[in-house]
């Protein structure tokens, strides 16, 4: 694992959109694997700047995300797919076509697991993975469990990520409690992966994830076996790791 370690959330920002950038420029037909939550939101705004500076061309760029809600249309505002459009897709040249996420109006888990692990085959994998870190160390929507699931499945959302989920929602009611995530292998075989991380919240579960042992109780820390691996974290966030 490369970890680079930034002053705070606007550097992390940047740096990450620079090694996203840099790929776009070196493969204009990369599969980029995307993230949602608070912390990528930057480094959509930086990409999206890119573009419009004429610097980055997203025309040949396919896009498949880690994972959605299940049992939200994809036109509520709290839904992935509503996140990736007003973040950072009507904002580049991506072809819509060429945009993968998890369908969560499918209420067919199995057939839906099936359809978006094929997609990801379809597309060659994944060149370039952006991760984010859950609370509970959980990255897409692995969740904290026995064992690491390996591929695109539907998964019982943890009371911990449920509560921090709660803010973006009206009552405790809406709140999804299920979602469609990729899996630990599809995530593994990237061939590179980012992971991004900022704030003192997250500072015990970054140091369990880059230093504790290995184990789907702490779903990130299974990254410390990858072997292209970047850690951008802001100063807050390493503020428990002694690096
Ligand atoms: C959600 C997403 C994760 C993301 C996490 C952290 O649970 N499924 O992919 O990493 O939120 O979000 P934030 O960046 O808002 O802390």
Redesign the pocket.
């Known amino acids: 694992m490369r970890i680079v370690k930034v002053r705070d959330y606007q550097d992390m920002s940047k740096k990450a959109a620079d090694i996203i950038s840099a790929q776009v420029v070196l493969n204009p037909s990369s599969v980029l694997g995307l993230?949602?939550?608070?912390?990528?939101e930057g480094i959509y705004q930086h990409l999206a700047e890119k573009h419009r500076l004429g610097d980055l061309d997203f025309k040949d760029i396919k896009t498949v995300n880690?994972?959605e809600y299940k049992g939200i249309s994809k036109s509520h505002p709290q839904s992935y797919t509503y996140y990736m459009k007003t973040k950072l897709f009507n904002f580049i040249n991506i072809k819509p076509e060429n945009t993968y996420l998890p369908d969560g109006d499918n209420e067919d888990g199995q057939l839906e697991c099936k359809r978006y692990r094929d997609i990801i085959q379809r597309a060659g994998g994944i060149d370039l993975q952006l991760?984010?870190?859950?609370?509970n160390g959980?990255?897409?929507?692995n969740e904290p469990g026995e064992a690491f699931e390996k591929e695109v499945h539907c998964v019982d959302l943890s009371e911990t990520?449920i509560t921090?989920?709660a803010r973006f929602f009206y009552s405790m009611d809406e709140v999804p409690k299920q979602a469609y995530t990729m899996g630990i292998g599809n995530i593994m075989r990237a061939r590179k992966i980012v992971v991004v991380v900022s704030g003192k919240e997250k500072a015990e579960i970054t140091q369990k994830v880059l230093f504790g042992p290995v184990t789907p109780k702490v779903p990130g820390s299974i990254l410390q076996l990858h072997s292209d691996v970047t850690v951008i974290a802001d100063e807050d966030a390493l503020s428990l790791t002694k690096i």
Do not use: K, V
């Open positions: 993230a949602t939550g608070s912390t990528p880690l994972d991760l984010g870190l859950g609370n959980h990255i897409g929507f990520t921090a989920n």
